[in-house]
């Protein structure tokens, strides 16, 4: 399934947390620093929501950088 992850995090740290989560996490298709609401996207493939889990809560949210994420699942 195809996930999209947006996140903000702390000022000024928005390219370094892209990068640690690109070498994190095999399942990434792409991962980028954005102005607006979001400091990044992240938009996974991953084959259940186990996997979308451990990710979410163990590689994204636990970033010492990281102060909110919202998740998006795709309809198809």
Sequence with gaps: MRVYIFVR???GTS??????IKE???EVLLADSIYGRFDAIIVL????????NEIVYRVIASDPDV?????S????
Excluded at 45 to 52: M, T, Y
């Design 9 to 11: 995090t702390k000022p």
């Design 15 to 20: 390219e370094d947390v892209v990068k640690r």
């Design 24 to 26: 994190k996490v095999k």
């Design 45 to 52: 493939d991953v084959q259940n929501f186990d996997r979308l």
């Design 67 to 71: 102060i909110h994420t919202e998740t």
């Design 73 to 76: 699942l795709t309809l198809s």
